[in-house]
């Protein structure tokens, strides 16, 4: 179709599809998918007397009159009121139902005749061509047989009919704009305004004129349009969004705000730190915007199903019409041949995938999760396997203290010496030994003349005496002494893939010998074993595929829980051992940081990156999920699964029903109304079974299901880290592009 | 005739129940500029929509009342049954769900909610916004379209309405009742259409009152028709009849 980026419905913000077309509302040009979307746009956004939304409710309303008398009367007529004594006045009812149904037939089929047009002149067949031709065959029908013929009359069927269709359009449009509800706070970034303050002047800006160093001011309830910093007032903010958790986060003058939260509870004036259409909102609403934009291939097939369909129900209700007419009265036969035509009007199946993808993927959405395109969302479903990388997605990524043995020296000592020798390194686990002698509270003692001793450690001086941490190989070249007890427990950290640091110094003049050992390690994420285990419970094997030694992914893996392993493996050897797995377990997602796992994500059937630092744009991974997202995982499966069940459930009720109902219409047991009626049923049906998304439950921080007493106060590290997220780059307020 | 009578009854006293909500789309609707004449066309043209609507619907239950009484009287046919007696069980079965359902209905009225949401659905929030856009339309068309539309508003006493149609198992006698209810309602109806919101609210808290009162006389009555044995059905199918 077309590749403007107008190509989404102005109503539903659905794609536009096969039935797309462009109607002038208020002066302003606009897109629907369909006629229903239309009518629901005009009623939601008119206002005053020359809305066309009116009129065309208007057209609703007397079509609705019209065609209720005609069934009235044709009721009555079926029910025998008219018998007998009564029969005189049966003519003037007669002309009285072609009176009535004459106008109706035009105020009512007008949309769908045009929308047959417009479809036959880019040389296709619509539904609606289906439902123009049932129902004027029975208006001709009928007008023949009140002047002419005699007979039975079928304007009811005309009618009701094109009454039924149209009410089924407006009340599918009015499902799907409900479904997209979720989409409106993610599309809005384009769209939305900010209020720039210049000199004493406020005025209203389009978000994309908003340039870094403006000042904008946000008051309560909005959402923040633009990167900054807080220059005046403080508030509460709810990331949501952007971060996937719907908390309140205190903010003061000085503190960052992000585009695309919302300001909760107090004015505030921002100072712009970047232009307006690269805030990492706005990010998210292109992606979004272009996944709503792509269909799955579901849905690709259904279209073409929907496609080829419409011939073949005219080539049907020909036949039908060919063989009944030899056995009935010819009306008879039209009414078998009017049935086959409105029943088989796809249009339930053509709703069944889009707008559970666009539940779907406005729901993940909300909470920071970003889906590429509803493909992806499908085979997540499909998914029997999911690799792990290792760093920065299962750990930490960063280095952190983890145990401390000690010969003859206090800890405190030991961590304040070597927080002294460390200032002076650049060395990854120097920070993680600020960090503990941090939280200790513990002042680093000034250490002089320190030396890098290369691939040993460090050395300097303290108050004249040497003091030196690094590797065993280190204490033996300076001739320093390792105690048995130290050497033995520094055996075991390092047999559990630990990196093993010593510390010694000499005292009084005296040869100088370790005093500790120390062990650091990258600390598995608090969330990671909850959230594998969530994994499994969902029936999914769970594969960790590192770069690190093996003895690190050992141990990670059996902290976390995940029973297979692969260590040692180039980027190259991912992509590998992925296709390994591949013939065994069908589609294969990876879940990787983004940043140096790109083949492997890549070649995954899914990509998943997580807390992705680089520009989304650029981002290969099929879904992102939010920094410090891991523990949406589970979730996120959850749904992408309930999305394809859902579209299954539809497809199949779409199908069966229309199959089943064509069935008895070939045999002449459905009236056309009734036909009408189930149509209309059906798709709405479709919409409610798709809403029904809407009501699943969404994600748990795992830390209230954890039972594991050992990860508890890392959790409670890890909520500090999420307090602060702007500190630690992942979620800067402005991505590095 | 006093059947049709009493649902006439029963539609004003419930017309205090529709000045709360329909009442309010009759004191929108307004005056036309045109004068008082014009103002008068556009409320009946507005109140003939809202009872082409009740019409439709009550023709539709009687249908469809009519539809089933036959379906399960023909099935029995071929069944060992005796026809008139199955015939008899089908329509107090449907008597005694109409019955049921103004039951439920009534005591809505009494402040007893049953389920929010079976009178604000989805449906209806949809209807009313659509209504809204369509009141400061002028001409004819409007009023009538804004009335057609407005029948179709989720309202416990139409419900009420229509069980008793379905119960009457005929498309004419369904239509019938309903047009007599409908017309029960006219006259509050129109004057609220030049009055505007003139009736205290206790005075019309104690007309709901009455109303409900009325839907739960019609609908104990509609249950006895259904549950009272046949000898004695018979005599009040018989009052009942000629009432």
Known sequence: MTAAPEALCRHCLLPLGRRGFARTVNGESCQFCCYGCCIAHQVKSGSGDASEAAWLLVRLGVGGFLSMNIMLFSLLVYSGAFTGADRGVLPTIQLLLWGLATPAVLILGEPFLRETWSQARGGRLSSSALIVLGSLAAYIYSTLAVFRLGGHLYFDTATMVLMLFTLGRYLEAAGRARASRDLAPLLAAESESATVLEGAEEHRRPVREVRAGMLIRVKPGERIPVDGLIVEGCSHTDDSVISGESRQIAKTVGGCVLAGSINLDGPLLIRSSGSGDESRWAQICRSVRDALRQSSRTQRIADRLVGAFVPVVLVLAGLTLAFWAQRLPLDQAMLAALSVLVVACPCAVGLAAPMAHSLGIGQLARHGCLVRSPGALEALAVTRLIAFDKTGTLTLGRPQLIDLASDGAGEDEVLSRLAGLERHSEHGLARAIAIAAGARGLDPIATEDVQIVPGRGLRGMVHGELVAAGSAALMSELGWQLPPALLERADVMAASGHSVVFIGWSEKGCAGRARAALSFDDAPLPEARATIEALRALGIRVTLLTGDHAGAAARVAATVGVDEWQAGLLPEAKRVALDQCRPRHGAVAMVGDGLNDGPGLASADVGIAVGSATDLARETADLVLPADGLWLLPWVVGRARAVRSTILANLAWAFGYNSLALTCAVLGLLQPILAAAVMAGSSLLVVLNSLRLERLPGPVYPSALQVSAAARPETERSRQRREIPHTWGDSSPRPET | ?243
């Open chain 2, 1 to 243: 005739m006093t059947y049709y009578a009493l649902l006439f009854v029963a539609g004003f006293a419930g017309s205090f129940h529709c000045i709360g909500m329909c009442g309010g789309f009759a004191c929108a609707l307004g005056g036309d500029p045109r004068g008082p004449s014009a103002t008068a066309v556009r409320h009946v043209l507005y109140n003939i929509g809202r009872l082409t609507t009740y019409c439709f619907l009550g023709g539709l239950a009687g249908g469809l009342g009519w539809a089933i009484y036959t379906c399960l009287g023909t099935r029995s046919q071929l069944g060992v049954s005796v026809l008139s007696e199955s015939l008899n069980a089908a329509q107090r079965g449907l008597a005694v769900i109409a019955g049921l359902l103004m039951i439920i209905m009534a005591l809505q009225f009494f402040g007893l909610r049953w389920r929010h949401q079976v009178t604000t659905g989805f449906g209806g929030s949809t209807l009313v916004v659509a209504l809204r856009s369509l009141l400061s339309r002028r001409g004819h068309a409007t009023p009538l379209a804004f009335g057609v539309l407005n029948g179709f508003l989720p309202c416990p006493l139409v419900y009420a309405m229509v069980a008793q149609a379905a119960s009457t198992v005929d498309v004419l006698s369904g239509c019938l009742t309903m047009v007599a209810f409908g017309l029960g309602t006219f006259p509050t109806m129109l004057a609220m259409g030049g009055l505007g919101r003139l009736l205290a609210p206790r005075w019309r808290q104690r007309g709901v009152r009455l109303a409900g009162g009325f839907i739960l006389a019609l609908g104990l009555v509609t249950l006895g028709r259904g549950i009272v044995p046949v000898t004695a059905g018979h005599g009040l199918h018989h009052i009942w009849h000629f009432a």
